[in-house]
């Protein structure tokens, strides 16, 4: 078994994988040793098991879940292949990825009376084929509590933070991509989107306030969460000075 | 009390912990310091009483990180485990919440306090401690599934009283007894725990690995705190050691090819290597060798400097994800089984 992840962005979770005997990923297997990371396994097994439902999928991701009081969690899940999304990438050169997540996002998730989030809708936890979304990952914060809009949001968003803190810059066609993608998104959601993009990094961080109590400790992992006010604020000049309605 | 079962030999149950053979003293707290807190402790609780008097310690007791490798042993409820030298509990804590029935043993009573707290903290009952010295203590045959040695078997061959930071690269007041060679100690240690364990009962040992690569560029030896001495012949370890520290190097570390031989002369079968990177109390990474290719570097966050760093993270990508040498690791985990 390979653990390749360990506790990573502030998690109580270690995640690894087993290899065949051709040294090929076949399951993924994530353990958590304390009340917080056992609760978000739990939670990840009812997102993927809610998500298979919506796919009509015959055979399921999830192989086992073992669990000893609410203390522990060992969740083994069958590897998927692709290649999730790069952030470092600029915003305008992830567009299309971005354009087809939120494609399949509303595909998934905004389809009759759902009131469901994945709560970590970030290009990084997206398998791609090409740039065809093949499969979700990391639904440790589904959940049924926050905004309709709050995926779309947080996929942009998340994608205008590491541009502008990878180039620390947003040049105006990252902004008129993004532009593209809240239109393309909310409007399929039929919610205004003009306001927003006016501050649209602030209206984020103003979501995760506002929903703290669904996030819990995890809200530590979420960059836009946690980062200084100046980039917030950075980012929403970018749109303000680049905005073309 | 399971412990009966499991450990021979006069025990006596004080205030809830069981005491056999004393040993010495082993802390990164002085005695004081460890002392210091004891009186805050139930009233408190654990994590206030380390955030009131040690707060550098936090991260070493409570992060979950410290739990990285158990994955590998894959616990299950009921299993009887023995935490050899458990200290604050960084693994009997998650070990007890994954259901396991666990002893915990350890010579210096002031962490095993704190970790009696720990329990009662998180309401944990299936924890038995022990308060014994870790060479003396005597296991009964065949009678437990997993041993937990993580970070202990370097410490076997040292005796007496070791606050850390007195420890650190400075000569000791008091000269400890070092009569015996580290590996005989250390391979006598292994022996009693093979015997103690079930058929199929797997050991876990986390250590470092002697010839990390980075003790090559000057990276201190992290139980003596000299530079360029740990890859030395046994010899010049002692000829150094004695010179600087006025006492013989006894902290001994492996190489991969060495510690597979002490453990199958100490009885071990099916022994698996794992790499840990950056280490193993707070790994990032801990791959087989043909996990190698999910390696990313992680060692050079360390680096005081961008050009520290930049020099590390090259050395590591070509060390280890380009040419996969293992060798070179910075620590193992072992599971090796009866």
């Known amino acids: ?245 | 009390m399971f412990t009966d079962n499991i450990l021979l030999g006069e025990l006596e149950n004080r205030d809830g912990i069981w005491f056999g053979p004393a040993g010495g003293y082993w802390s990164n707290l002085d005695i004081d310091e460890s002392k210091s807190c004891l009186k805050d402790l139930s009233v408190q609780g654990a994590r206030k009483t380390v955030e009131k008097y040690f707060p550098q310690h936090l991260d070493v007791i409570f992060s979950p990180k410290r739990a990285g490798g158990l994955p590998l042993l894959d616990p299950k409820p009921g299993e009887v485990i023995v935490d050899v030298g458990c200290m604050w509990g960084a693994l009997t804590i998650p070990l007890a919440m994954a259901g396991c029935t666990v002893i915990a043993i350890d010579q210096t009573l002031e962490s095993l306090k704190l970790l009696q707290q720990r329990l009662i903290d998180d309401a944990l009952t299936n924890v038995e401690i022990v308060c014994s010295d870790l060479k003396k203590v005597r296991y009964a045959d065949s009678a437990v599934d997993m041993f937990v040695v993580n970070g202990v078997m370097e410490w076997i061959p040292e005796t007496g009283t070791i606050e850390l930071k007195k420890y650190y690269g400075k000569k000791l007041a008091k000269k400890n007894d070092y009569r015996d060679r580290p590996d005989i100690l250390q391979k006598d240690f292994l022996q009693r725990l093979c015997c103690g364990l079930k058929t199929e009962g797997k050991l876990y040992l986390a250590i470092e690995n002697r010839f990390d690569f980075f003790y090559f560029l000057g990276l201190p030896d992290p139980h003596c705190n000299l530079k360029f001495i740990t890859f030395l012949p046994r010899k010049a370890q002692d000829f150094i050691s004695k010179i600087f520290l006025g006492r013989p190097y006894v902290n001994w570390t492996y190489s991969q090819r060495s510690l597979r031989k002490m453990l199958m002369d100490a009885g071990f079968r099916d022994i698996s290597f794992s790499y840990t990177f950056p280490n193993y109390r707070s790994p990032e990474y801990i791959l087989s060798q043909k996990g190698m290719s999910f390696y990313r570097p992680s060692l050079y966050k360390h680096g005081k400097s961008f050009v520290i760093k930049a020099l590390c993270y090259t050395v590591e990508y070509l060390i280890f994800k380009i040419l996969r040498l293992t060798i070179f690791a910075p620590s193992f985990i072992v599971i090796a089984k009866k």
């Open chain 1, 1 to 245: 078994m390979e653990i390749i992840r360990n506790c990573s962005h502030y998690s109580s979770i270690q995640v690894a994988v087993k290899l065949n005997q051709k040294d090929l990923p076949v399951r993924v297997i994530k353990s958590a040793f304390n009340q917080d990371g056992a609760n978000t396994i739990r939670n990840e097994k009812a997102g993927i098991l809610w998500y298979e439902k919506r796919l009509n999928s015959v055979l399921s991701a999830v192989v086992s879940l073992e669990n000893y009081k609410n203390t522990y969690s060992r969740l083994e899940l069958i590897y998927k292949n692709g290649s999730s999304g790069d952030l470092t990438l600029s915003l305008s050169r992830n567009y299309q990825k971005l354009y087809n997540a939120l494609k399949y996002h509303i595909k998934i998730f905004a389809a009759g009376e759902n009131r469901f989030s994945h709560g970590d809708y970030s290009i990084d936890n997206i398998l791609f084929d090409g740039d065809e979304v093949t499969w979700i990952l990391d639904w440790e914060s589904f959940n049924d509590k926050l905004p309709r809009e709050f995926d779309i949001v947080y996929c942009i968003i998340e994608a205008s933070y590491f541009c502008y803190k990878k180039y620390g810059t947003l040049k105006r066609k990252d902004v008129d991509a993004a532009i593209e993608l809240f239109k393309f998104g909310f409007g399929e959601l039929k919610i205004p989107y003009e306001r927003i993009i006016q501050a649209p990094a602030s209206y984020m961080r103003k979501l995760f306030q506002d929903n703290q109590e669904v996030f819990g400790s995890q809200i530590k992992k979420y960059p836009i969460a946690n980062c200084m006010q100046n980039d917030i604020l950075s980012l929403d000049n970018f749109y303000a000075k680049n905005i073309r309605l």
